[in-house]
């Protein structure tokens, strides 16, 4: 499974380290991925999701319901 969050869709960025000589070396840069468990009380379960976060404190905000509406009209399996 790739790293990238379920609700924001952030992904890895890539670039180059830059030495004192000026010579490049790809690198990465990964986002803090989280694996959370949260009980949906509409369904009567639990979600297991991948959140970076970022997102985790998006949740906090708007609650849960509302991030699985999100994560589900992107087109993913929840």
């Known amino acids: 499974m790739s790293t990238h969050c379920q609700l924001t ?5 890539f670039g180059n380290n830059v030495s004192h000589s000026h010579r490049r070396t790809r690198r990465r840069w990964n986002p803090n991925i989280q694996r959370r468990r949260y ?7 639990h979600v297991r999701l991948t959140l970076s976060a970022r ?15 999100q994560i589900r009209a992107r087109g993913e399996r929840v």
């Open 9 to 13: 869709g952030v992904k890895p960025a």
């Open 39 to 45: 009980w949906l009380e509409s369904e009567g379960r």
């Open 55 to 69: 997102a985790i404190k998006t949740i906090d905000r708007i609650g849960i319901d509302k991030a699985v509406a």
